[in-house]
T-cell receptor, first 114, second 112 residues
């Protein structure tokens, strides 16, 4: 079954701690994305990558970092610099990254601060 | 700066009736519009889209209407079914750069 797998489903972060959210896809898509969802708001783009070893900042990249060493994987690190990390995080992919392509989403990771 | 707005957080309709979900946008550079559907504990899935050169796109029970002059689009579901109960997100993007914007979503409940 092709799809996007996010792990873990739930994650807790202590003050000053960095945490990493995993995102893997077996759809052979070139482009991958990370979005953040807060209550009452639309999804906001954190980072996206259209090709291995290259990525661009979205609207709210501050306090986050990503890597794209393999086509299948796009992990997101929430650093201690992100002062309000509690949110629902969604990873997505698309075939080539063209603006009008539909996105395929994972099931999300809920991050909370202890 | 919410460029895409879904002003109704929730909507409840009776099974068999029409569901109409609305979406407004402010950026005249948006050229392509999409609707996604999200069930609890799952990621959003693509439902239907429309290009700005069209004013209507239909796929089975789902029809999206676009009114560019009013910067408004709507999703019609006819007839509504209990399995349609989900959160529906509207999204919009220009075609010359990767800048897709999402609305906050409307929770649709279809009652049997």
């Amino acid at each position: 079954d092709g799809g996007i797998t996010q792990s873990p489903k739930y994650l807790f972060r202590k003050e000053g701690q960095n945490v990493t959210l995993s995102c893997e896809q077996n759809l052979n898509h070139d482009a991958m994305y990370w979005y953040r969802q807060d209550p009452g708001q639309g999804l906001r783009l954190i980072y996206y990558s259209q090709i291995v070893n290259d990525f661009q900042k979205g609207d709210i990249a501050e306090g986050y970092s990503v890597s794209r060493e393999k086509k299948e994987s796009f992990p997101l690190t929430v650093t201690s610099a992100q002062k309000n990390p509690t949110a629902f995080y969604l990873c997505a992919s698309s075939l080539s990254g063209a603006p009008n392509e539909k996105l395929f989403f994972g099931s999300g990771t809920q991050l909370s601060v202890l | 700066d919410q460029q895409v707005k879904q002003n109704s957080p929730s909507l409840s309709v009776q099974e068999g009736r029409i569901s109409i979900l609305n979406c407004d946008y402010t950026n005249s550079m948006f050229d392509y519009f999409l609707w996604y559907k999200k069930y609890p504990a799952e990621g959003p899935t693509f439902l239907i889209s429309i290009s700005s050169i069209k004013d209507k796109n239909e796929d089975g029970r789902f029809t999206v209407f676009l009114n560019k002059s009013a910067k408004h689009l709507s999703l019609h579901i006819v007839p509504s079914q209990p399995g349609d109960s989900a959160v529906y997100f509207c999204a919009a993007t220009p075609l010359d750069n990767n800048d897709m914007r999402f609305g906050a979503g409307t929770r649709l409940t279809v009652k049997p």
